[in-house]
Structures are given as C-alpha cells and as structure tokens.
C-alpha cells in the first residue's frame, strides 16, 4: 500500500534479522539516527564532491566557467528581479495589472524549463543512491526537495518574484505580507512541480524505450518553437490579428492556472476583492499539494525500491524457429557486409541520429515558410537562387554526418575489442563504415533533390551534376580525414541518447577546419561556374578534384590495419570507459 | 612425449609508465588442458589475457599460439581463438540474433551458417526467447552467455575467457561449465581467469598464479597442491595446514602461494 504523505516508510531492508536481534560483539542496539545528523552529512557529501572536481587541472577550469556562469546567473537575478519591480510598479500604477500575470507566466516557463534544457536529460546525481542509508521516508523526500530548492533556476525565479513583490509594495504598501505569502506559495510550487517533472522524466528515463520516446518528443516540441515565430507572423497580418483573438481567449483561461492563480491573489488583493484573492491563493495551495501528492507517489516507489529492470519491460517476441541470415554485398568479403548490415541497425534504432539525418530537409521547409511568412522577408531565402538550394542542402548533409564520420567507432564502445580480437581485417571494417556512410549521403542527396523540387523548382540537369561531383570529391576526403581521426581520438558515444555528448575536441577542430576547406573549395568551382555562366565548369573542376580525393581515400583506407593495430590501446582503453 | 604447447609464452613482459604490469612471464598450456589463470586484484591477469588475444602490445617477449607467432600472424591466430574479454566486447543495440549472426560472419561463416549456429546457441543458452531484443536490454547473466556464445560459434580451438563467471547466477553457470566442458571434451583447449577459486578448482586440470606481474606457480592442480604440502611439512605449526587426511583446497594453495594472510581476530573486535 502507498503511504500518505508525510506517513514514514520502512527501508526495503532494514538491515537487523526478523527478530532484530543483530548485535555486534560490545556494541549497543542501533540507535535512531538523527535526520539532522544525516542531511549535514548529505549536505558535506554534496560539498565534498564539489571539492573534489577541483583536483584535476579540467575541473580546476570547470570551476573557473561555473564563477563565470555564476556571475551570469547573478546578474539575470537580480538584473531580472530589479527590472520586474519596476515593471510591475509601473503596470499596477498604470492600471494594467494583468500584465503581472504575464511575469508570473514568464518566471514559471523559465523555472521548469531552464532546468531541463541545463540537465539535457541527465539524471538527478546521487539522490537514489542514498536510499542505502537507513534514511527516513521524510528525510529523503527533504533531501529532494533541498536538491530543488538550490539550483540556480530556483535562485533566479525566487529573485524574480521577490521582484514582484517589491513592485507591487510600492505600487501599494499595505500589500506587502500578502504578496509576500502569494509569492512564497508560488515559490514553494515551483519547487515541488520542477523536482515532481525531474522524479517522473527520470522514470521515464530509466528505461530504454520510454527514453526513446521521451527524446523523439522532445525534439519534436524544439522543432515545433522553430515553427513558432513563422506562425505568429502569419497570424499578426489582417484586420483583426488573430494573435489578438487568441490572448483574448487566453486570458480567462490562464487565471485557472498557478501563474495565473497568484497574479489574480495579488491583483484582487490590491482592488480589493479579498474574497476572491483568498480564493486564488487557497486554489494555488491546492495545486502546491496536489504536484507534492504526485512527487510523493513517485518517492516513495523509489523508496520502496522499484524495479525498472529492461529485462522486466521489453515484451519477448521471438518465434522458435527464425532463422534468418545475415546480409550479403556481392563483391564484397563477408565482414563488409556483417558490419555495413550492423552499421545500417544501429543506425536505424538511434532516434537522435536519423533525427541529425533528416535536418537538411527540416532547414529546407523552414527556410521555405518560415522566410515566407516573416514581416521583413516575403520571399523565400532560396526563391532569388534555387539553383543554391540542392548543393546547399547536400553540403549540410555532410555536415550532419560529421559526428559519425569523424569518429567511426565511438558507438561500438565495448565492442570494439570484438573487432580487434576477431580476423577480420581493419582495412574491411572501415571500409564498411564508410560505405555506410556513402549509403546515408546518397539517400539525403536523393531527399534532398525531391525536397528542392517540390519546394523551390526541379535543380538543372547540370546543378545536379555539379553538385554529384562536389560529393565525390568532398565526401571521400572527408572519410578519409574521418577514418584518421576515429583511430587517433577515438570518443565512447551512445547513439540512442539524446542530449550533448561530450565531443573530443580534437576530431571537432579538425572536422570544423575540414568542412570549411570542402566548402570553401565546393562554392569557388560553383562561384567560377556561375560567373562563367555554365555549370558544367565546376563539374569538370570537381571531378578533377574528385581524383585526388579519392587517391588520397585509397591511401589512407590501406594503411588502416596498421594504424589500427598501432592505436589497439588508445581505442580499447577510450572507448571501454565504464 | 609432450605436445607442442597450444599457449606459450616467452619473458612477455608489459609496462605501464613506470609500472610493470606483467614481468617476464613463461606459460606453457598444453592441448586440450582446461587452464586457470589465477592471481589477487592487479596482479596482471587481466593485462595478460589481452597481450594473449591481440587486444594489448606486449613491452617485451614473444607469444605463440597453436605454434603460430601471434605478433606475425594475427589474423590466422585470430581466426582459431575465441574470446570473453573483460567488458565482454557486445554491440549494445543489436539484437541477440543479430549480434550472433555478426559474429559468425566476422570469423568467416557463411551466412547460413552463421544463422544456423546463432539459433543453436540461443537455443542452448537458454536465450531463444530473447533473441529479438537488444542485447542493452539483457541482464548481466544473459550478456555473459551471449558474449561466450559469440566466442564460439566458429568453434575455435583455443578459448579465452576473462572473468567469465563474474556477476552470473548459478543456472546460467551451469549452462556454461557445460558448454565449456563439452568443449574440453572434443579437444578444444581452454584459458581463463577467474577470482571464484570454487569453480576453477572443479574445472581446471592445470592453473597459474600470477603475483605482482610475476609467475610464481604453474602446473597441474595436483603438482601444485604437492608442492605446497611438502613445504607445509617442512615448516611446523602452520594454522593454515589442513587436517590429517584432508586435501590442501586451491584457496589455501592460493594463499600460501600469493603470501595473502588472514587477519587475525584482535582487529576489528566491535565486528
């Protein structure tokens, strides 16, 4: 049974027998730990681990940013808090209070979402891992909602209502312990729901699939902002803006809400409306308990010791009796096969990797309506030159298979010493590799053309051409920088998760320096072409190009096997890492 | 007359920095011996294994497996061994079937080969049900008994295994001493470490001990264990002497052997 809030659990394991005889040799019954005593301990933990970054030179420079972000943060809170005093001093001296509402709206979108767009979908440290101690129910759901309470979006947005506070004490000083309480209330929910957000994404977290599906939407909520500015754009042309219509209707809605909720305690404090402003506050209590029932269901299965096992949740389908061969490459050695077919798998099960993937046809709409419907740009970037947009987006695609060309074998972490201890040449598996890669430029190349057609107008018969020899000159160079830099600074990444991966910054220099040489050398042949006026120019330059790129492939590709085996250690200790 | 050894080696030696991890170490492993290859936490077991299968450069020696010169032949050594190495080498988001059927086309199989045997060790390691997921979602158990059926599903003559019983409940265990005894049977020979002296004692006909990168013992379990009995008897009142009649137990053959002591009872007296 779930216990109420409040209600203290016992640990899943105590730590005494059933009679609770356990006893060392001299040593008394185990007394009851003091909570005060373990939340300094926990609060020494958190320091300690602070203090103990600072022994390696990279964290002594991680100290040196976070005084730096530090003093960012302290400047947008009180910055922040100063300017929405006075912002809303004037709006409720100019009888605009709603416009409050409007602040509280803006500090709570910033105190949920700051936190996870800081995190990018890392899990709360060490607060489950305290679950080993003989910690009280209580304590831990404190512990929880400490963790809250001292991160930087609750500093700044506790600021900021502060802000507020002060605001609306000058605009009228006798509010002053009302606005105060509302604002705590509001402050105490935005605590609870951020920690309530952060305890359930981390359920979702915990398990492969819900992660995956977690990240798809995520991405796809980012790709809907983008969308955003374009659309109110549309919406603010006519005679009576349909963003007008729409914050008309917005209004009473947002005042059913917690933001909403404490603007309207304050405001119908200061009319006064007192009745109605204790309405509005106890329903923002309401919300305050109803998010902590929530954070409380979801602690106290934590505390209970959940079990969110993959073995337990992904559903088994396999039929007796499927037999089903691998793929075959016909003039190709089985081990290019084995690995393209592996390579194509992993490719297929990575959200965010077929998410980088179909990025050139995302920018290709949005440059297509999103510079149609801005107020300065009414015609589409690509309108004045489609004959730019098909090399522009096959250009782009490349770049998005920068961080798979420029380190081949960071998804194969552990893996990697099945590749080394098996017979198959290295030579082969980056062969492989790059054929995949191959695979996955030509088919964006092929989207990307339909795209522009459908979008702009068909690209010429000589653009395309063009641009089909601007790849084979870039992509082979690009492999072969690629398949350098994967053994000299190979990096474990895994591919299903989404989130910033910390990149090795050499292979991102150099990718970088690559890129802008390719591009450089790719828009000079179209520049020339195009000031000759005959595309077939920068075919011929590009294919001459091509040559040597593809020389210098060949190269590179036949001293793999040495390279590899010189390099065993680097790749087998780096991309091992636990 | 004595076999050509299938696993020899000569001095090999490896040095971290200023560490020398393995010192000079001279292995002899013969066909067919089912070989334990023991030693404390950082002794050079690990550091061994991978100079044996390919997976590190040794700092100095030579290694030579069923007569071949692993730093000439590589690749022809590769394709007669099979390995668990520590981190079990998996391609996480596989699918068990899958990972098999790579395997098998790696070491040369054909593809339906390949698919054949990746059904037939799924279905031996009790796996059958699970081949459709990825193998990220396996338990530890299950990613050991597929990283051991990767290792020989080409069926290699020598199998190398670190830690292979780390971490794996008793069913899963006894699926694979099975696996590894039939092996044993038909001639295969057999290289693994492992800190569950328990099961080497009951598997091994032969083990050594590495101490601090150094051989300090080789040879059969027996020979070992009368080795370290004739010293006991040379020294008087040994506390870890076994009783009148009773055999020496590799735990203690490993202790005597390592120099580990157990600590007394005036430590930690409020345990």
């Known amino acids: 049974m779930m216990p109420r809030p409040g209600e203290d659990l016992k640990p899943n394991d105590a730590g005494t027998n059933e009679a609770g005889e356990f006893r060392a040799r001299g040593n008394p019954p185990f007394p009851a730990v003091p909570r005060r005593t373990q939340l300094t301990a926990i609060a020494w933990l958190r320091w300690q681990l602070f203090v103990n970054t600072l022994r390696t030179t990279r964290g002594q420079l991680e100290l040196l940013s976070r005084i730096l972000v530090s003093f960012f943060f302290a400047v947008l809170a009180f910055g922040g808090g100063l300017g929405l005093a006075i912002l809303s001093y004037m709006s409720l001296s100019s009888g605009k209070p709603l416009v409050v509402a409007v602040f509280f709206w803006m500090i709570f979108v910033f105190w949920q979402v700051f936190p996870i767009m800081a995190t990018a979908f890392a899990s709360t440290p060490d607060s489950s891992d305290l679950l080993r101690f003989p910690l009280s129910y209580s304590s831990y759901f404190l512990v929880r909602l400490a963790y809250g309470a001292f991160d930087p979006a609750s500093a700044i947005g506790s600021l900021w209502t502060l802000g507020i506070v002060a605001g609306t004490t000058f605009a009228k000083p006798s509010i002053f312990p009302w606005a105060l309480l509302v604002v705590l209330v509001f402050v105490a929910f935005n605590i609870v729901l951020s920690q309530t957000i952060f305890a359930w994404v981390e359920r979702w977290l915990a398990q492969r699939r819900t992660r995956e599906i977690m990240g798809v939407l995520f991405l796809v909520i980012m790709l809907g902002c983008q969308l955003i500015a374009p659309l109110t754009g549309r919406m603010g042309k006519g005679a009576r803006p349909g963003l007008q219509r729409m914050v008309e209707a917005i209004v009473p809605i947002q005042q059913a809400f917690p933001p909403g909720l404490a603007a309207d305690a304050i405001i119908q404090a200061i009319y006064p409306q007192i009745l109605t402003a204790l309405s509005s506050l106890g329903l923002l209590c309401a919300y305050t308990l109803v998010i902590a029932y929530l954070l409380h269901v979801r602690l106290a299965a934590q505390y209970r010791g959940e079990n969110l096992s993959e073995i337990a949740a992904a559903s088994t389908r396999a039929q007796a009796g499927d037999l089903r061969p691998g793929w075959s490459l016909p003039g190709f050695a089985a081990p290019v096969a084995a690995v393209l077919e592996k390579e194509i798998r992993y490719l297929m099960r990575s959200g965010p990797m077929l998410f980088a993937l179909i990025m050139p046809m995302v920018m290709l709409i949005l440059f297509r309506f999103g510079a149609m419907n801005s107020a300065r740009r009414q015609v589409p970037f690509f309108a004045h030159t489609p004959d730019l947009a098909f090399p522009v987006a096959t250009a782009y695609a490349i770049l998005a298979l920068t961080n798979l060309v420029y380190n081949n074998f960071g998804g194969d972490a552990a893996g990697i010493q099945f590749l080394y201890a098996s017979p198959a040449s290295f030579r082969d598996i980056v062969l492989a590799k790059n054929l995949t890669h191959a695979v996955i430029l030509a088919f964006e190349s092929l989207l990307a053309w339909t795209a522009v057609a459908l979008l702009y107008r068909r690209p010429s018969f000589a653009v395309t051409i063009a641009t089909v020899a601007g790849l084979l000159f870039a992509a082979p160079l690009n492999f072969a920088v690629g398949n350098l830099l994967s053994l000299y600074s190979p990096r474990k990444v895994d591919y299903s998760k989404f989130g910033r991966q910390r990149a090795s910054q050499l292979p991102a220099l150099v990718s970088i320096g690559v890129q802008f040489a390719l591009v450089g050398i790719g828009v000079s042949a179209f520049w020339l072409a195009s000031y000759l006026g005959n595309f077939w120019i920068a075919t011929l330059l590009l294919l001459a190009l091509a040559g040597v790129s593809f020389t210098i492939y060949r190269v590179i590709l036949n001293s793999m096997d040495r390279l590899a085996v010189e390099k065993r250690e680097t790749m087998v200790a780096e991309l091992c890492k636990g | ?271």
Not at chain 2, 67 to 89: F, H, S, T, W
Not at chain 2, 119 to 147: I, P
Not at chain 2, 189 to 211: D, G, M, P, Q, W
Request: proline share 3%.
């Open chain 2, 1 to 271: 007359m004595n076999a050509a050894p299938t696993i020899s080696t000569e001095g090999l030696s490896r040095r971290f920095g200023d560490l020398l991890a393995v010192d000079g170490v001279n292995l002899h492993v013969s066909p067919g011996q089912f070989f334990g290859f023991l030693g404390p936490n950082g002794a050079g077991k690990s550091t061994t294994i991978k100079m044996l299968t390919g997976l590190l450069a040794p700092s100095g020696g030579r290694i030579e497996i069923l007569g071949l010169d692993l730093g000439e032949n590589p690749v022809e050594v590769k394709r007669q061994i099979g390995v668990v190495p520590e981190g079990m080498a998996l391609f996480g988001r596989l699918t068990g079937s899958e990972f098999l059927n790579f395997a098998g086309r790696m070491y040369g199989l054909t593809r339906e080969t390949a698919a054949q045997r990746s059904a037939e060790l799924l279905e031996f390691m009790q796996l059958a049900d699970q081949r459709k997921k990825l193998v990220t979602d396996y338990s530890h158990g299950m990613q050991k008994k597929l990283a051991m059926a990767a290792a020989v599903i080409h069926g290699p003559k020598v199998l190398f295994l670190d830690e292979p019983f780390e971490g794996v409940d008793a069913i899963a265990a006894g699926t694979l001493k099975s696996m590894l005894q039939g092996m044993i049977a038909r001639g295969a020979t057999i290289f693994l470490t492992s800190h569950v002296l328990e099961i080497v004692e009951r598997l091994c006909s032969h083990v050594a001990i590495i101490h601090k990168g150094k051989l300090v013992a080789q040879g059969s379990l027996e020979g070992l264990r009368a080795g370290v009995e004739a010293q006991m008897s040379a020294g008087a009142g040994d506390d870890m002497a076994p009783m009148a009649g009773e055999k020496l137990t590799l735990e203690e053959i490993f202790l005597r052997t390592v120099g580990g002591e157990h600590r007394g009872e005036q430590e930690l007296s409020w345990l």
